[in-house]
C-alpha cells in the first residue's frame, strides 16, 4: 500500500471519481452526481495551488482511498474526500487511520488550528471514527466558516488542533 499526493493523471482521477461514486451512490446510495462534485476533476486548482492537499492510497497500481485538506483560511482547513473501498477499512489495512494520518501532519505541518467537515448524516461508522479522532460535533450554525458541500442532511464536526 503507498500514500502519496495526487499528480495529475487521467488513470488516477478515473479511479477517484468510481471510488467516490461507488462509496456514495453504490454502497451508502447518496445520490450526489458528480457534476456536483466539480473539484474531482480540478485537484490541482481546488486543492493543491491555493495550500491544500489530496491524497491517494494505491495498491496493486489502482486508487483504493483517498483524503483531501481544502484550506478556507489560514486557520482553519475542511477535510474533504475521505473514501476507502470496504476491503480496506478496519482491520487488518486500517487504511482511513492511515490517510487520516498523513492529513492531520500535514494540517500541523502547515499550522492549520481548525479542521472542520461535513458528513451525511447517515454515515455512522464515518462520525465513530471522528469522534475517536477527537473531533466534537457542532450544529452549522457554530461554524464560524463556511463551504460548499453537495449532501443536505450533513452532520458537522470540527476539530482544535491548538
Known sequence: MKITTYKSNPKTTAEIVDLVNFCQN????LGITMAEQYDLFEIENHYQKIGGQFWTAIEDDKVVGTISLLPLNSDTAVLKK???????RGEPEYLGKKLYEEFIEFAKEHNFKTIVLDSPGSQKRAHHFYRNQGFKEVTEDEL?????YPHSNSKFFQLDLK
Do not use: L, Q, R
Not at 475521505?82 to 480496506?88: A, E, N
Open 82 to 88: 475521505f473514501f476507502t473501498y470496504p476491503d480496506f
Open 26 to 29: 453504490i454502497e451508502a446510495g
Open 144 to 148: 464560524t466558516v463556511s463551504w460548499s
